[in-house]
């Protein structure tokens, strides 16, 4: 039995075909293969949500998934979320401006989390932030100040979608 | 500086935002599992399923046959090629215990290395560790210090009778007259669980040969490169300068990463033996046994008070359990001596006694985490000081008020030998009983009690020692006295100011900080100013960032080293311009004259001096690069006071903190936010601690909370909003800064640890081992028996 | 933390699928969602020499809603049954349950046939399976059958599927009108496994309780039916007045024959007294809703 496989799939808007070891997990496979180092390794067992990325569209945690499994998906990981003149996102904007990092090691998969929530919910209360947020383990800030930082990045987005009139539009990739 | 002459608006003060959190927003940091170089090899590390066992023998045969595999390392064969890590010297050492760096005859805990696999990747490396066989022989195991202390007791180390690493008594004052003449004596005892740091990114380090011009290059996880320098460069018998190590973007540190550890040596050592870059990245499996543990604490405290409620005398027994080696650098007295010593607080203590030790058992060494031997000590202080109060019949804030130091004492000498300066602890206590309106929130509890809710109120204030100088021991009774550190200023060929010191940040903005006060002390532009704080390479020889230091050294440093460099920048000003340096001052990075008639840019300044030194005399051109070393002396009192309101559900045990007060004193805040952050994250390892985090051992020392389904940090969801306020008291030391982030974790554990004792004290029930489990407090209520 | 070796398949068929995992005898390991799976590949605590990834069988991703059951197969995600508006409606019990599995990037990918396939004693799929009396349709090389839950949970991760078997497809049956039900946990934390958990469904008529469903979650062995405490409640007259009694009752059962075990989080005598607190939160909640209130 082969140890080895072909996939392609598409990372952050780019197609790439890469022959993988069967064992080796997505996470692995984005940091090494491709040299995303962004998305974070904290614990491999899928508690601690430092690996978060968004495969079609849905966060997933990549420790959890073989690369063999992303044949033909799309995945968008922290490297992904810049716009294409290198505009940071959002939300980055948002972590960045409220203090809502430290190390910086969760901070992956805390925006990955933190822009599915306001894909699905575009004006979430505190305890519905927290609750979402339970997913992912933060040891330096105590929290807070990434709930502020969703707090305002959810403000920011209500206040251009009034003025333009129009709802936030993604980027041209389709990315969130 | 005073100064009518800078008309900057000064930014020590304002939360400017940090640039150096862009790359880590933007996923571009650079930690130790993001380095890759090329023909570098991974490790992994075969360890000790065996709390206590000897090796009969090992045999790494088909692991060294498996493709991929390069190389095989034991014990064995770095006998006689490496110096062991024996204890570091501590005047109330109980015995020397030595640890191989890979165990040789012995295993002595669980998760102890026995072998170093070395193979083309991880995976590889780990297939070959299961294919080595280990021949062992089980030996009794302690698992309990109180037994393990006792005559009859396996020993952990010949060397160390009775498994004393550390043993202390101590005693100040008339003791036993203040226990005899009191009004009310209690006792208490409590049982505080172990923890860890729980960094959300592990150890690791990548070791290279002659990756540049150092012929040993090492990129760890760490907090103190230059201690990482001096110890690899000793152990490997490589001269110092040889030896580069860089400190990368690290996930956290806690003083976790304070330690030293065997594993980033021996990967020093595979790396110069093999001459090819190799790779360690702990894994999170490896990480809940190899990486140093913290608290797990007995302690029996007694305290003699008036009829006031004053302490009188505080009397304390307390055993640690230290784990299977004394911890290299810091040794196993960090939670012994400190839980017992600095268990007076703020209060006025006149007369005290103890009697701590730290026993040798057969579990993860403990080391240094986040505010030590503080917050058990404080909580068992503190629920003691609610049961004096209970009984008196006094409020418990009233308590407080009545025993913590007053600021016109000071300098007050408390009973643990410490002088509290420049601080003031009741201003903390009253801002955060106004803030949180006391009377109606203890009202309120008495309505509810009534109702049948269990509603508990924790009261707790702290002092903490920090940036401590040479005259105060950060580790007590060791031989590391890091109490001066250096900066280096420099100003480069374009003008910008190099800040460098060995202080490297985990998340705290060092670099901010330095940069904050050098625009203040120098007048030059933010964007003109850059550090590096984390390459050995690259910075005077400094500690590193541990025990709350970092803003009172690296502050205090650039401070020293700016007023040289600005003196010689206004002299070379004054020459160029040809005015006197009197009517100089530098604005936005441009020198120029009071009524801006005369200007140069600092940027044009520095060429000239590199550039065109001919054209300068050589005492006006001495070079713009400063170096200071800066020492505080004594340390600075940071203070606090924290009131946490939890509601205790009555059937389940739950406990829900619904309310969070902080007020604290950390002294001049160079940037709020990032304070802030400190703080609120301090508060949450200590909600942590008091009711969520235990790492439980079976009676043979087998670890049973080994993944982060067992041991459980606090999720957004356990830690309230806190509300914080500030009540700061400029230290002695230059800039009046202290150091903040640990005396928050202290609060926190006593705060909580009170306000549940306090709910269940609504029905008469109590509790006094921690973390407050649902189970113990069902317990405590007399629920469950 | 990185798994052994194992050989790796992705079958696009039931067929081949079936063939090649009765092909691995006991060796042999369905990966679906993998929330579950790989964690202990991960940890190396299995070492599965072959893995069938089913995610390319398109046909396993069904989800159906019909009159009298809601069908879900092996490849329907927890999150897809919270965004299922029918799903919501139809079995409330469901999906306030799956709402209290672990968090949004694992229901994500997790699936509910691998939940109960896994049967993990604190996990909230098998409970609301058993207690809504649903069927597990199991395939194998040999062929289908279908088994009740009651006959499917065999004991701690432990199942009736045989070397070789894989669950394709669960079906619900729709609970009936005047049905109200309830799923309460206790966990540390949010989304942590279950210490104790139940899940209630109550269909009343005129103030007499016709049916009583209580499965207990987090005592040891898998879901465990409190037929003792459902007794107590078929048949009898529960109102406002004497829901207090009945339910105390009905817990007491629930305490009286649960056997859960020490472990390292807690000891089986505060687990057998939450077993009974979480069995009165959830009869209280679901009473209420049988009356149309609105509770959570």
Request: neutral net charge; aromatic residues 6%; proline residues 5%.
């Amino acid at each position: 039995m082969a140890r080895e496989q072909r996939i392609q799939l598409t990372v952050n808007g780019k197609s790439y075909e890469k022959t993988v070891p069967v064992r080796l997990s997505l996470a692995d496979f984005i940091r090494e293969h491709l040299h995303l180092t962004g998305t974070h390794l904290g614990c491999e067992h899928g508690v601690c949500g430092a690996c978060t990325i968004l495969v079609n569209g849905r966060s997933a945690r990549s420790c959890l998934m073989l690369a063999v499994q992303a044949d033909g998906a799309d995945i968008v990981t922290i490297e992904g979320l810049r716009a294409e003149d290198g505009t940071r996102h959002p939300m980055q904007e948002a972590f960045h401006e409220n203090f809502g990092l430290q190390c910086g090691y969760c901070t992956p998969g805390m925006l990955i989390t933190t822009i599915e929530l306001l894909q699905d919910n575009p004006n979430p209360d505190e305890q519905e932030i927290r609750e979402t947020l339970s997913g992912n383990l933060c040891r330096c800030t105590g929290y807070q100040s990434i709930v502020n930082a969703v707090l305002a990045a959810a403000r920011k987005a209500q206040s251009v979608e009034n003025e333009t009139g129009r709802a936030q539009k993604t980027g041209s990739r389709g990315k969130p | 500086m005073s100064d009518a002459r800078f008309v900057n608006l000064r930014i020590v003060g304002t939360s400017v935002l940090p640039d150096e959190a862009i790359p880590l927003v933007e996923g571009e940091g650079r930690f130790v599992n993001d380095i890759r170089l090329p023909g570098m090899y991974h490790v992994a590390f075969l360890r000790s399923q065996h709390a206590h066992a000897r090796l009969r023998s090992v045999d790494t045969n088909r692991a060294q046959e498996l493709p991929g595999v390069v190389k095989v390392l034991t014990g064995k064969e770095l006998l006689g090629k490496v110096e062991p890590f024996r204890s570091m010297p501590n005047r109330f050492s109980g015995g020397e215990s030595v640890q191989h760096w890979l165990a040789v005859d012995k295993v002595r805990f669980c998760g102890e290395a026995i072998c170093a696999v070395v193979a083309e990747d991880r995976a590889t490396a780990e297939d070959a560790a299961e294919l080595i066989e280990v021949d062992y022989e089980p030996l009794p195991a302690v698992t309990d210090p109180r037994l393990g202390e006792r005559d009859d007791a396996p020993l952990v180390h010949d060397t160390c009778p009775n498994n004393y690493l550390i043993k202390r008594e101590y005693q100040r004052g008339n003791v036993d007259e203040a226990f005899g003449s009191a009004h009310l004596v209690v006792k208490r005892k409590f049982r505080i669980g172990r923890k860890q740091a729980l960094c959300l990114e592990p150890r690791g380090c990548v070791a290279a040969y002659r990756d540049s011009t150092f012929v040993l290059t090492m990129w760890m996880s760490h907090q103190l490169p230059y201690v990482v320098r001096h110890y690899v460069a000793k152990h490997l018998r490589l001269p110092e300068n040889d030896v580069r190590v860089v400190a990368a973007d690290t996930g956290g540190g806690f003083g976790q990463k304070a330690s030293i550890y065997p594993e980033e040596f021996v990967c020093a050592y595979l790396a110069l033996g093999l001459r090819r870059p190799v790779k360690w990245v702990e894994d999170r499996l490896e990480n809940m046994v190899a990486s140093t543990h913290a608290r797990d604490q007995y302690i029996e405290i007694e305290i003699a008070a008036d009829r006031d409620g004053r302490i009188l005398a505080l009397s304390s027994d307390v055993w640690v359990d230290v784990g299977a080696y004394s911890t290299y650098l810091w040794s196993a007295g960090m939670e012994p001596l400190q839980t017992a010593g600095l268990m007076p607080g703020p209060y006025k203590v006149a007369a005290m006694r103890y009697r701590t030790r730290g026993v040798a058992t057969n579990k993860t060494p403990v080391g240094p985490y986040r505010a030590v031997g503080r917050p058990s000590a404080s909580a068992s202080l503190e629920l003691l000081l609610d049961e004096v109060a209970r009984r008196l019949k006094l409020d418990p804030a009233e308590m407080r008020r009545r025993n913590l130091i007053p600021i016109e004492s000071m300098p007050y000498r408390n009973a643990n030998n410490l002088v509290h300066d420049n601080v003031n602890y009741l201003p903390c206590l009253k801002l955060s009983t106004a803030k949180i309106d006391y009377e109606r929130l203890r009202a309120e509890q008495r309505e509810l009690s009534a109702g049948g809710k269990l509603r508990g109120i924790g009261v707790a204030c702290f002092a903490e020692l920090t940036g401590l100088g040479t005259t105060t021991a950060v580790g007590p009774g060791t031989l590391l006295q890091p109490g001066r550190d250096a900066v280096t200023l420099r100003l480069e060929t374009t003008g910008v100011l190099t800040i460098a010191a060995a202080l490297p940040s985990q998340g705290q903005r060092i670099m901010m900080a330095m940069r904050q006060v050098a625009v203040d002390e120098l007048g030059i532009g933010l964007s003109d100013t850059n550090c590096l704080t984390n390459d050995t390479a690259m910075a005077p020889y400094g500690f590193g960032t541990f025990a709350s230091r970092t803003a009172v050294f690296g502050s205090g440093a650039v401070i020293q080293a700016a007023k040289e460099l600005r003196r010689r920048i206004l002299a070379l000003g004054a020459f160029l311009l040809k005015v006197s340096a009197d009517d100089l001052t530098i604005v936005n990075s441009v020198i120029q004259t009071v009524d801006r008639s005369k200007s140069m840019p600092l940027r044009e300044m520095a060429e000239k001096s590199y550039f065109s030194a001919k054209d300068i005399p050589q005492e006006l051109n001495p070079g713009f690069e400063v170096t200071s070393f800066y020492d505080p002396k004594l340390g600075s009192f940071a203070a606090g006071a924290h009131i946490a309101v939890v509601d205790v559900d009555p059937q389940t045990g739950d406990v829900k903190i619904i309310r969070y007060v902080a007020s604290e004193d950390v002294g001049t805040m160079i940037n709020p936010a990032v304070v802030e952050g400190q703080i609120i994250g301090g508060i949450a390892q200590g909600i942590g601690e008091a009711l969520l985090e235990e790492l439980v051992y079976d009676e043979n020392g087998q670890p049973r909370t080994v993944t982060l389904a067992d041991y459980l940090i606090p999720t957004a969801l356990e830690i309230p909003r806190i509300e914080l306020h500030h009540a700061n008291t400029p230290s002695a030391a230059l800039g009046g800064f202290k150091g903040c982030g640990e005396g928050s974790t202290t609060g926190a554990v006593a705060a909580v640890a009170c306000a549940v004792a306090d709910a269940l004290n609504q029905r008469g029930g109590d509790i006094h081992e921690f973390p407050a489990t649902p189970e113990r407090v069902l317990k405590g209520l007399g629920v469950l028996t | 933390m990185k798994p052994a070796w194992f050989d790796y398949y992705a079958p696009r068929s039931l067929e081949d699928a079936l063939r090649i995992l009765g092909d691995g005898g006991t060796d042999g390991r369905v990966l679906a969602g993998g929330q579950s799976l790989m964690p202990m590949l991960n940890c190396r605590i299995l070492s599965p020499a072959v893995l069938v990834d089913i995610n390319r069988i398109d046909t396993l991703n069904r989800l159906h809603v019909g009159t009298d059951s809601l069908t879900v197969g092996a490849l329907v995600r927890h999150a897809d049954l919270l965004r299922n508006a029918h799903v919501r409606d139809g079995w409330p019990l469901l999906a306030e349950a799956t709402t209290q599995v672990a968090h949004p990037a694992i229901r994500n990918r997790g699936t509910v046939c691998g939940s109960v396939s896994h049967n993990d004693p604190s996990a909230e799929q098998p409970s609301v399976l058993l207690t809504l009396d649903g069927t597990i349709v199991i395939a194998g090389s040999a062929g289908r059958r279908e088994l009740p839950a009651e006959e499917f949970f065999t004991g701690m991760l432990s199942t009736a599927l045989e070397p070789g078997e894989m669950v394709v497809e669960l079906r619900y049956p729709r609970p009936p009108a005047g049905t109200g039900a309830a799923f309460v946990e206790f966990a540390r934390r949010l989304g942590d496994f279950a210490i104790a958990g139940a899940a209630a469904m109550l269909t009343m008529r005129d103030g007499v309780c016709e049916k009583a469903r209580l499965t207990i979650v987090g005592m040891g062995e898998g879901p465990f039916r409190a037929r003792a405490a459902e007794e107590v409640l078929t048949a009898r007259r529960i109102g406002r007045k004497e829901s207090k009694d009945a339910f105390a009752e009905a817990a007491a059962r629930v305490t009286a024959t649960v056997d859960p075990v020490d472990d390292v989080h807690t000891s089986s005598s505060y687990r057998r007294h939450l077993a009974g607190v979480m069995a009165v939160r959830a009869l209280e909640t679901a009473l209420a809703r049988t009356r149309g209130e609105q509770v959570g």
